[in-house]
């Protein structure tokens, strides 16, 4: 009041004019710094990108200087709003722009999309010292991955079939669908009607038939009944083992793409036990040595103790017996009829 009355009248008008002006910048002031702190996003990079020297982001809108962030745990750390404002902080010097490649795989053109059993690898175009390393890996059946745009090479693994593609990461991201023609093939054995337990039967997988000539190598070895082998779609064939005899079956397969194939290999054998025995029914020696042999003389089998059990194929065989107690070993010729278990009982006469 008292400035009013040493002033003139358009002197006064003029200071009420700046106090007022004042009075909104500092409120304008004030207003900012609570929608910074209570409306600043969380910025968290994806999970595969390091999460080192991240770059301060700038919220100001186009022209205009960024906005101090606001330091500190707690709301005591700003500034009143009626003072001047310190000196801004420093930004870091971001990282590489990264960019995203979506991945997806499918059995073929018009098939459906490959859900699981994939393994992806990300690789550079150039090998490093060490050789080709992958840069980055993922299991998923469509991952994402967030790189720095650039030509890559990508390569995804299905069981025994795969893809590999050079792919090229733009600013605004990629996506890319790979084909695996491949299918799944699950193998199981039998002898007549009845199912094998598992464990005394596996099976190794060529490519090809078996009535191709050249020698060739195993895809896979010793599977397991049961188990899904995932193969390119093609031609296959399969050599099934019932038992460590001489049971062996081959046989040809085709894999399509898209398909579990479910293969029934029959074996046409039966489960021996060999006893050596002073009498029919009677008890069996022990610590005999056996050996069990074809009509030509050929040696399917060999074993120690008083009751070993071989798996053979059907057939005419001779089991022959040694014991400690005598030089000249003990004979008998026995036939192997399917699904037929049964005990070859050989006299010690």
């Not at 190794?204 to 038939?209: I, K, M, R, Y």
């Not at 009535?211 to 060739?216: A, E, L, Y």
């Not at 005899?245 to 085709?254: A, Q």
């Not at 022990?286 to 042999?293: D, E, G, H, K, P």
């Amino acid at each position: 009041m008292g400035v009013g009355r040493t002033r003139t009248g358009r002197e006064a008008r003029l200071i009420w004019a700046v106090g007022i002006l004042l009075g909104a910048l500092a409120g304008g002031a004030a207003s900012e710094a609570h929608a910074q702190l209570f409306n600043l996003p969380t910025i968290r990079p994806p999970a595969d990108i390091p999460e080192q020297n991240p770059p301060v982001q700038n919220l100001a809108p186009p022209g205009q200087a960024a906005p101090r962030a606001p330091s500190g745990p707690t709301l005591q750390a700003l500034p009143p709003a009626n003072q001047a404002p310190s000196q801004p902080q420093q930004q870091r010097p971001s990282g590489p722009a990264q960019a995203q490649l979506q991945l997806a795989a499918r059995y073929g053109s018009d098939l459906p999309q490959i859900t699981s059993g994939l393994h992806w690898r990300i690789y550079p175009v150039k090998p490093d010292q060490g050789g080709f390393r992958p840069i980055k890996e993922d299991k998923g059946a469509a991952p994402v991955f967030s790189l720095p745009p650039g030509n890559y090479v990508v390569h995804v693994g299905f069981g025994l079939a795969s893809a590999t593609r050079t792919v090229q990461v733009r600013t605004d991201g990629a996506r890319e669908v790979f084909e695996i023609p491949a299918g799944g093939l699950r193998i199981t054995g039998r002898v007549g009607e009845s199912r094998i337990p598992p464990g005394q039967v596996w099976f190794d997988l060529f490519p090809g038939s078996q009535f191709d000539v050249g020698d060739r190598r195993a895809l896979v070895q010793s599977v397991a009944a049961g188990d899904v082998i995932l193969v390119p779609e093609g031609s296959y064939h399969i050599v099934s083992h019932y038992g460590d005899g001489n049971s062996v079956v081959r046989s040809d397969i085709r894999v399509q793409s898209g398909k579990l194939i479910d293969a029934v290999v029959t074996h046409r054998a039966a489960i021996i036990t060999l006893k050596l025995v002073s009498q029919y029914g009677g008890e069996a020696r022990a610590n005999t040595q056996w050996s069990v042999l074809t009509p030509g003389g050929d040696v399917v089998k060999e074993s120690i103790g008083a009751f070993p059990r071989v798996i053979l194929a059907e057939g005419e065989y001779r089991a022959v017996a040694r014991s400690d107690d005598r030089e000249k070993p003990y004979e008998r010729t026995f036939k192997v009829v399917t699904g037929v278990d049964t005990e070859v009982e050989v006299l010690a006469r």
